[in-house]
């Protein structure tokens, strides 16, 4: 499941990286932003749903042919994250 935003009538993406066996860097976008991320069972750890609870937002523009004041949006990427209470937070 993901969100989808829309900025300018624009849809957000969310980018991914991945590093190829060559140790390049090769970089997609998905379509909208996703609700959470299941982390499995590993090391003596229990397995979790972890739920974003934040997003950091990147819009991208750039400027108006003969205009130093108007900007087009071009691009909208949504980084999700979360972030949890600790100990010294409650």
């Known amino acids: ?9 624009l849809p957000s993406a969310t980018k991914v990286s991945r ?6 860097v090769h970089t ?3 379509m909208g932003i996703p609700v959470g991320v299941y982390m499995p069972a590993a090391a003596g750890m229990e397995e979790k749903l972890l739920l974003y609870n934040h997003w950091n ?3 991208k523009y750039q400027p108006v042919a003969e205009s130093n004041k108007e900007f087009h949006i071009v691009g909208f990427e949504v980084e999700p994250r979360s972030y949890g209470i600790t ?3 409650s």
């Open 87 to 89: 100990k010294d937070q």
């Open 28 to 30: 997609t976008y998905n």
């Open 19 to 24: 590093t190829m066996s060559n140790n390049e």
């Open 57 to 59: 937002i990147l819009v």
């Open 1 to 9: 499941m993901s969100y989808r935003l829309y900025l300018d009538n």
